[in-house]
C-alpha cells in the first residue's frame, strides 16, 4: 500500500547554504537530488561543467517563491526529493527550528525512514557549525495530524460556522473504535446477500416464523448457515393434533421427551405432548438482532474492506457524535479525513442536505454514501446543483449496491494515498515553478511494476 511517512525533529537549517551542504552529504550516500539533478541536467545540456554548492545557492536565493499565501510547509529555504532504491525521500525546513523528513513508498516504509533520518542528522552533525548543532535535538517523532484551513474554504449554506473560532472548528468527534469478532464478519458477509438480509429484516417484523414460511424466503441451506453463525435460533411449536391450538413452546425436542413435559397430556384430546404435533420455528438470536440494529454488519462489512484496502484499524472510527449529530464512520489517514454514510435502503434528499452539513462542518475533504440500494434522483440532484458552487469545499460520492461499493472502496483509498503524495510534492513544485508530481507518480508506477507479484502482494496490508 502506497503511503506516506513523515518525522519532525528540533533541528533548524537556517541558510541555503547549510541546506545545500547537507544535500551534497545526502547524494554523496547515495540519494538522488531530483530539483538539483534537474539543475545540473540543464547545465550538462549546455556543456557546462557541474554546478558547486554556491552556484546552486545563488540560484535559489536570486529565484522569489511565487507563493500565494505565507504557509510553514512552503519554506524560504528549499529542500529537495531524492529517488533511491524503492522509495521517495524528502527533507525540508518547517519554519526555523524544525526540520521536517518523509517518505513514499509502498513497504517497509517506517524502517527506511528512520534509517534516512540517521543519514541526515549524520549530515547535519558533520557538516553544519558545531556550536549551532549543540542545539539541536534529533528528536525524531511523528507530528500530529491537523486539518489544514485552507482545505476548509467558504460554503454559503454553512458560512456561519466559518466565523467561528478555530478551536470551534476543530470540535473532538466522539466515536468508537470497532470491536467485532471473526464470527460477526462472517455473518457480515451472508447479509450482504439481499434474499438472506431480506428474510432476516421479516423475522425481526413478525418475531416467530415457522419453518413452512421459512423456507419459502430462504432456502434450507442458507437456514443452516443463519443457525450456525448464530443469527437466527430454533423453537419448537407444540400444537394439538384434534384442533390445532399452541400447547406451548420449548427450545429443543429434548424437552419433549424426559419428565415432567414426557408425562403430560393435553387437555382437549388427552394425548401425550410427544404424540402431539411438533413444529420448528425460527427467532432472531441476540446477535442477529445486534448486526440488524442500526445496520451493524454493514459498519461491519464496510470497516473490513478499508482494512484490506490499506486503511489502518486504529484511524477508522463509528457513530460519531458531536452537538448531538452522528455520523456513521469516520477515516482519518492519509492525513485526511473523510466520513462515510451507510443505508441498507435508499438513499433519499432528506438524507442528502444533513450528510453535507455534518461533512463540511466536521472537517471531511470527501464524504462517502454507501448505499446498499440507491440514491435517489433528488438527492443526485441536490449533490449536482451543490457541487457546482465554486466555493464547495468537498467532494460527494456515492456507492450504490454491494458490487459497486466492494469495486470503489479500494479506488477511494488508493486516491486518498495518491493525494497525500502528491500534496508532500507540492510545496517543492510550487517553489520552483515546476510540478514535480507527473515525474514522482510515474517513477513509483514503474518501481510497482518492476517489484516481483509476491512482493506486490506482501504490500496490500495495515503497516506503516
Not at 22 to 47: E, Q, W
Not at 212 to 237: C, F, M, P, Q, W
Amino acid at each position: 500500500m502506497l503511503r506516506v511517512i513523515t518525522f519532525v525533529a528540533n533541528a533548524s537549517v537556517r541558510e541555503q547554504t547549510e541546506m545545500e551542504s547537507l544535500l551534497t552529504h545526502l547524494r554523496d550516500k547515495g540519494y538522488l537530488p531530483v530539483i538539483r539533478g534537474m539543475f545540473t541536467g540543464v547545465l550538462s545540456l549546455a556543456k557546462l561543467p557541474e554546478p558547486g554548492e554556491q552556484l546552486i545557492t545563488k540560484v535559489i536565493i536570486q529565484t522569489s517563491p511565487m507563493y500565494r499565501f505565507r504557509r510553514p510547509e512552503f519554506s524560504e529555504i528549499l529542500g529537495d526529493l531524492f529517488f533511491a532504491n524503492e522509495f521517495v525521500y524528502l527533507v525540508n525546513p518547517l519554519g526555523q527550528d524544525t526540520l521536517q523528513a518523509s517518505v513514499i513508498g509502498y513497504r517497509k516504509q517506517e524502517e527506511a525512514l528512520r534509517k534516512f533520518c540517521a543519514d541526515v542528522e549524520d549530515g547535519i552533525k558533520s557538516r553544519f557549525d558545531g556550536r549551532r548543532v549543540r542545539g539541536m535535538k534529533f528528536n525524531w517523532k511523528i507530528p500530529k495530524f491537523r486539518f489544514s484551513m485552507y482545505v476548509r474554504r467558504r460554503y454559503f449554506p454553512f458560512e456561519e460556522f466559518f466565523e467561528e473560532e478555530e478551536s470551534e472548528h476543530e470540535e473532538e468527534l466522539k466515536g468508537t473504535t470497532p470491536n467485532y469478532s471473526l464470527e460477526d464478519i462472517k455473518a457480515a458477509e451472508l447479509l450482504v446477500n439481499t434474499d438472506i438480509r431480506r428474510f432476516m429484516l421479516r423475522l425481526a417484523q413478525v418475531g416467530k416464523m415457522t419453518s413452512k414460511d421459512a423456507v419459502e424466503l430462504a432456502k434450507s441451506d442458507i437456514l443452516e448457515r443463519l443457525l450456525s453463525l448464530g443469527l437466527i435460533t430454533e423453537e419448537y411449536l407444540l400444537t394439538c393434533k384434534q384442533d390445532q391450538h399452541t400447547i406451548c413452546v420449548v427450545p429443543s425436542k429434548k424437552h419433549l421427551t424426559t419428565d415432567p413435559m414426557a408425562s403430560l397430556r393435553c387437555s382437549i384430546c388427552g394425548r401425550s405432548f410427544p404424540e402431539e404435533n411438533l413444529q420448528v420455528i425460527y427467532t432472531l438470536s441476540e446477535r442477529g438482532k445486534k448486526l440488524l440494529d442500526g445496520s451493524l454488519w454493514m459498519s461491519i462489512w464496510v470497516t473490513e474492506l478499508l482494512k484490506k484496502s490499506g486503511v489502518k484499524e486504529e484511524c477508522i472510527k463509528w457513530g460519531l457524535e458531536a452537538s448531538g449529530e452522528e455520523l456513521d464512520i469516520m477515516v482519518e489517514d492519509f492525513d485526511s479525513r473523510l466520513f462515510f454514510e451507510l443505508k441498507d435502503r435508499e438513499f433519499g434528499l432528506g438524507d442528502a442536505y444533513p450528510f453535507v452539513y455534518r461533512t463540511t462542518r466536521y472537517g471531511g475533504v470527501s464524504g462517502i454514501i454507501a448505499t446498499m440500494d440507491k440514491v435517489s434522483t433528488d438527492a443526485k440532484k441536490f449533490f449536482e446543483e451543490e457541487t457546482h458552487r465554486r466555493e464547495y469545499p468537498i467532494r460527494i460520492q456515492y456507492l450504490e449496491g454491494p458490487k459497486q461499493i466492494q469495486e470503489d472502496i479500494p479506488k477511494i483509498v488508493e486516491q486518498l494515498a495518491l493525494s497525500q503524495a502528491r500534496r508532500m510534492i507540492q510545496p517543492f513544485s510550487i517553489r520552483i515553478g515546476f510540478d514535480l508530481w507527473p515525474i514522482v507518480e510515474y517513477w513509483l508506477k514503474y518501481k510497482t511494476n518492476e517489484t516481483p507479484n509476491e512482493e506486490v502482494a506482501a504490500t496490500a496490508d495495515n503497516s506503516g
